[in-house]
């Protein structure tokens, strides 16, 4: 993990010297993860749109969250047909992007296809009940049970499960491991997306079914593994 104390370098830096330091730390990822905790600083907002360039610039899987969608939003063409990227808007975050694209808000799985249609074939997972997954052309909905507490957090489990799987992508496509090559690049951001819904509903179920009503991120954190190992052995 790579962090820094961005409060105290605005204050101090300018948006290349900021810049520069993100470009260094981008060239070491596998992928990216983009949104959780981040706020609607203008001067951060400014930062990611460069970082976000970059990345795509290197060719970097992202995962987009959170307050990165507002960003989006307001510039679709930041990622208009960049297809490693993901994002992971729940409705009302999902109402503004296609408020943005000019599109009918809705919550259908032709509402959520022609949103990602609309940005050029980038993935979108619309998250809720049952969370539906698009990349303008294919579609996968994921089904599975998850636990009756929605708690602050769990969107960032998901964003980082997706940007894991994106990650084992990169290296599956690089053959660090042996395999059949039967995936191709262009469907690893589909496969991971709903490998990450999967993953992060199964953990809130499991750890509902541990804490109840007491459930809190962090719990579901440590059943992370117990999921795993149910959903994909």
């Known amino acids: 993990m790579y962090s820094w104390d961005f409060a105290r370098t605005k204050n101090t830096a300018s948006l290349d010297e900021i810049e520069t330091k993100v470009n260094g730390v981008l060239q070491k990822l596998h992928a990216l993860s983009i949104g959780s905790g981040l706020g609607n600083d203008a001067y951060m907002s400014q930062s990611v749109a460069r970082a976000i360039r970059h990345a795509k610039k290197l060719g970097l899987p992202m995962v987009l969250d959170a307050d990165s969608l507002a960003i989006v939003s307001s510039e679709p063409d ?86 894991t799987f994106m990650a084992w992508g990169q290296l599956y496509l690089q053959n660090v491991w042996d395999h059949h090559g039967l995936n191709t690049a262009e469907e690893i951001p589909m496969l991971a997306a ?31 593994p117990k999921a795993f190992d149910a959903m994909f052995s």
């Open 194 to 224: 709903f490998a990450g819904s999967m993953l992060t509903k199964a953990a809130s179920n499991i750890t509902y079914k541990a804490c109840g009503r007491s459930t809190q991120t962090s719990d579901i954190l440590k059943h992370l």
């Open 78 to 163: 930041l990622i208009h047909g960049y297809k490693q990227a993901v994002l992971t808007p729940n409705a009302v975050e999902f109402s503004r992007m296609c408020k943005s694209l000019g599109l009918d808000i809705g919550d259908s799985v032709e509402a959520v296809r022609a949103a990602a249609r609309a940005l050029g074939g980038v993935t979108i997972i619309k998250k809720g009940s049952k969370d539906i997954i698009s990349d303008g052309n294919k579609v996968f909905v994921c089904e599975e049970e998850s636990g009756l507490r929605r708690c602050g957090g769990q969107g960032d489990i998901l964003s980082g499960a997706i940007a």
